[in-house]
């Protein structure tokens, strides 16, 4: 292992992020939309990337020089000889996401939907729980109002319990 798991996500993170990030600013700041289509194809394939990384991480990390080929990735992606970005997204990547489209679609609404679900029902329980909060403050309130407790030591082992009267 040359550079183990450590080393390379210093590495993946400058590579990966740092350079391709500021590349992107400097192609918006150019206003070249060549450069631009070119940075935004790179962010998008990095991600689907880092989707089967979380997969790759967990399944085949034990292979010999896995994370030199996870850097090597990340650059391989950027680089203007490889353009490997370029590639998978025209190749591989487009076609897919054209293919399924639709469905991806109706997948992310119905997401949306059952999670704006969840935390409405998630804040009507804390409306709920906090409408009933002064009886429950009030049962505890009496609770310890009661009579106070007396205490007594237990013959055989000398230790002091609570009791109730």
Request: aromatic share 12%; glycine share 4%; charged share 20%.
């Given at each position: 292992?040359?550079?183990?798991?450590?080393?390379?996500?210093?590495a993946?993170?400058?590579?990966?992020?740092?350079w391709?990030?500021?590349?992107?600013?400097k192609?918006?700041?150019?206003?070249?939309?060549?450069?631009?289509?070119?940075?935004?194809?790179?962010?998008?394939?990095?991600?689907?990337?880092?989707?089967a990384?979380?997969?790759?991480?967990?399944?085949?990390?034990?292979?010999?020089?896995?994370y030199?080929?996870?850097?090597?990735t990340?650059?391989?992606?950027?680089?203007?000889?490889?353009?490997g970005?370029?590639y998978?997204?025209?190749?591989?990547?487009s076609?897919?996401?054209?293919?399924?489209?639709?469905?991806?679609?109706?997948?992310?609404?119905?997401?949306?939907?059952?999670?704006?679900?969840?935390?409405?029902?998630?804040?009507?329980?804390v409306?709920?729980?906090?409408?009933?909060?002064?009886?429950t403050?009030?049962?505890?309130?009496?609770?310890?109002?009661?009579?106070?407790?007396?205490?007594?030591?237990?013959?055989?082992?000398g230790?002091?319990?609570?009791?109730?009267?």
């Open positions: 292992m040359l550079l183990g798991q450590s080393t390379s996500q210093i993946i993170i400058l590579l990966g992020y740092g391709p990030a500021y590349q992107s600013y192609a918006i700041n150019l206003k070249n939309s060549q450069l631009e289509r070119q940075w935004l194809i790179y962010w998008i394939v990095l991600a689907f990337y880092f989707l990384q979380w997969v790759g991480d967990s399944l085949v990390f034990w292979l010999p020089l896995y030199e080929a996870k850097v090597a990340v650059v391989m992606l950027w680089h203007p000889r490889v353009k970005a370029e998978l997204f025209s190749n591989y990547l076609p897919m996401l054209r293919a399924h489209e639709a469905a991806i679609d109706r997948g992310l609404v119905d997401s949306k939907t059952r999670a704006l679900d969840y935390i409405n029902s998630q804040i009507q329980r409306k709920d729980l906090a409408s009933t909060s002064s009886s403050f009030d049962v505890v309130k009496s609770f310890t109002e009661q009579t106070p407790a007396t205490q007594r030591r237990h013959p055989r082992q230790s002091v319990h609570v009791h109730r009267e």
